[in-house]
Nanobody
């Protein structure tokens, strides 16, 4: 069983920055693809950014150039989401996701609120 724990959310003004962390139990980053998703009130959960076990990254168009996903290669247990130039529309609960074949795990989520 993989456990994912997110941290780093909070309240920030528009234009500010936050860094989210996702700590995974076990040395899973070697084989699991990792992703950050978000869900705003009344909206569907959407992919924000992802990183494969091989290190390839992918971003939603709405965050390209502002957000960066990375992982701690030394520890192979932590994935980060650096969020810069935050906008009010980035307000959502952010979830960490780990996927390998048909094994999919989710964290509990961390709230990010961007004030205008």
């Amino acid at each position: 069983q993989v456990q994912l724990v997110e941290s780093g959310g909070g309240l920030v003004q528009a234009g500010g920055s936050l860094r989210l962390s996702c700590a995974a139990s076990g040395n899973i980053l070697r084989i699991y693809d990792m992703g950050w998703y978000r869900q705003a009130p009344g909206k569907q959960r959407e992919l924000v950014a992802s990183i494969t076990s091989g290190g390839s990254t992918n971003y939603a168009d709405s965050v390209k150039g502002r957000f960066t996903i990375s992982r701690d290669n030394a520890k192979n247990t932590v994935v980060y989401l650096q969020m810069n130039s935050l906008k009010p529309e980035d307000t959502a609960v952010y979830y960490c996701n780990a996927a390998y074949i048909y094994y999919i795990y989710w964290g509990q989520g961390t709230q990010v609120t961007v004030s205008s």
